[in-house]
């Protein structure tokens, strides 16, 4: 249930509540916060294990890679705060749910799908009592006969097709990915399993371009190359 809530429900309520706010880009960059959050919550519950120093160095350099995505100099044209915040804190959640798996479900994992489809099955569980009791909430200002229910498209377009985008995400984002991040984390670790998250906000620049036509400017093509960088450098490993 934590794992299931920390790795699921909630990172996916506050990255979609998020998106309503921020561009895509932005998205993917407050998820570039799983490692640096990843090594901050191992040094508190894996004591024994250790945290080298070039991964350390890593995560500031990827950090600094982030910031450079994101340009805070700019005085005109920053993000929504509460919508940055909510994935910022969706992406934390990430590197506290790979740590808490490690720390109390290592050694009851048996490998396969029997760990990621439980987390899974309880965070579709979780998003049901969720979505309930939103509903019961808001049913007379939203109008909606059922919590599955979906507002009407004032343009008089099918339903068909959101609910194809919904069934695609589900099953690349979260059903296949979810199932080889496991197996990242089971052979290397919470930290070097965290650090390709570092990918996500250049591909989501990169799509923004292409698909959304947004516009990419030199500090985040210098940004990408500091994220690439960092991610190596975490998931290199040791010499012997």
Excluded: C
């Amino acid at each position: 249930m934590v794992t299931g809530f920390l790795l699921g429900a909630l990172p996916f309520s506050l990255f979609a509540m998020g998106e309503e706010r921020v561009s895509s880009a932005l998205a993917g960059i407050g998820n570039s916060t799983t490692p640096i959050a990843t090594v901050v919550f191992s040094l508190l519950l894996l004591r024994a294990d250790k945290i080298g120093g070039r991964k350390i160095v890593g995560v500031v350099i990827g950090f600094v890679g982030v910031l450079v995505i994101m340009q805070p100099w700019q005085s005109q044209g920053r993000p929504d705060l509460l919508g940055f915040a909510m994935t910022l804190v969706a992406g934390m959640s990430y590197g506290l749910g790979w740590t808490y798996t490690k720390r109390f479900l290592g050694k009851v994992d048996f490998g396969g799908l029997a760990l990621p489809a439980a987390q899974m099955l309880t965070s579709a569980a979780q998003m049901i009592v969720a979505v309930t009791i939103w509903w019961l909430t808001q049913r007379t200002h939203l109008s909606l006969a059922a919590p599955w229910s979906l507002h009407a498209n004032a343009a008089g377009g099918s339903a068909l097709w959101p609910l194809v985008a919904v069934l695609t995400l589900g099953v690349l984002g979260t059903g296949i990915a979810m199932s080889f991040q496991y197996d990242v984390v089971r052979a290397a670790g919470p930290t070097v399993g965290a650090s390709v998250t570092y990918l996500i906000p250049v591909v989501s620049v990169a799509l923004g371009v292409l698909v959304l036509k947004e516009r990419l400017q030199w500090p985040q093509f210098a940004g990408a190359a500091v994220v690439l960088g960092a991610a190596v450098l975490i998931g290199r490993a040791k010499r012997r």
